[in-house]
């Protein structure tokens, strides 16, 4: 069955600094990522996805994500962290193998930038 | 386009009561998807429809939930009787269908439902 973790329940990153939330999946044939951010009272947010091809991929509000198939992670990073990143952070993969179209969700990481 | 609607914003309810959820997904979209948020279970999916069937229901907590999805604009999430543990943000989600999965999912705002 596929799967997703995310090991840090939050992260604590100063403004302007760099930030990585991490994510690593586990499925039976290819996966297909996805980053999801939710802000307070809000839905979930598409941010990025990796399919296929380039391992880095960028996405809404300066994000990328670096796929990595040996490590079967698949991290969020920002290069310079603002205040108004703060919010709650899902990774969620598909197994195309399945024959399904359901996404699994990670347990979130709240990201805390702070000025 | 609109996006995913989802009413009513806000339900606060009295154990025992029958609580109606709604949803609109994005026209055009052909699967449309139930997820429930707390803060113990973190985000579970309860159903997912494609082209107005149901095709995965394994999430439903039990027999006092139940959803429908009526035509391609519209699906309803039931709980009879509701309870505390009911408690929760419930958000639908919607998603072209036929392309192998390649699309992200849209949610709605979600519906934030006490049972008191």
């Known amino acids: 069955a596929q799967s997703v973790a995310q090991p840090e329940d939050q992260v604590n990153v100063a403004e302007g600094n760099p930030l990585t939330v991490k994510c690593t999946y586990s499925?039976?044939?290819?996966?297909?990522l996805f980053w999801y951010v939710q802000y307070p009272n809000r839905g979930l947010q598409f941010l990025l996805k990796?399919?296929?091809?380039?391992?880095l991929v960028k996405g809404s509000y300066g994000f990328e994500a670096e796929f990595n198939k040996s490590q079967t992670s698949f991290h969020l990073k920002k290069p310079s962290a603002l205040v108004s990143d703060s919010a709650l952070y899902f990774c969620?993969?598909?197994?195309?193998?399945?024959?399904?179209?359901?996404?699994?969700f990670g347990t979130g990481t709240r990201l805390l930038v702070s000025p | 386009d609109a996006g995913v609607i989802q009413s009513p914003r806000h339900e606060v309810t009295e154990m025992g009561q029958e609580v109606t959820l709604r949803c609109k997904p994005i026209?055009?979209?052909?699967?449309l998807f139930w997820y429930r948020q707390t803060m113990m279970r973190g985000l579970e999916l309860l159903i997912y429809?494609?082209?107005?069937?149901?095709?995965?229901d394994s999430g439903m907590p039990e027999d006092r939930f139940s959803a429908k999805m009526p035509n391609a604009s519209f699906s309803t999430l039931k709980i009879q009787p509701s309870e505390p543990r009911d408690s929760a943000v419930y958000f639908c989600?919607?998603?072209?269908?036929?392309?192998?999965?390649?699309?992200?999912?849209?949610f709605g705002p979600g519906t934030r439902l006490t049972v008191t």
């Open positions: 989600a919607s998603e072209p269908s036929g392309t192998g999965g390649l699309y992200e999912q849209y």
């Open positions: 969620a993969v598909r197994d195309m193998n399945t024959g399904f179209q359901k996404l699994v």
């Open positions: 429809f494609n082209n107005n069937v149901p095709i995965d």
């Open positions: 990796y399919i296929t091809g380039d391992n």
């Open positions: 499925v039976s044939g290819n996966p297909y």
């Open positions: 026209s055009g979209h052909n699967s």
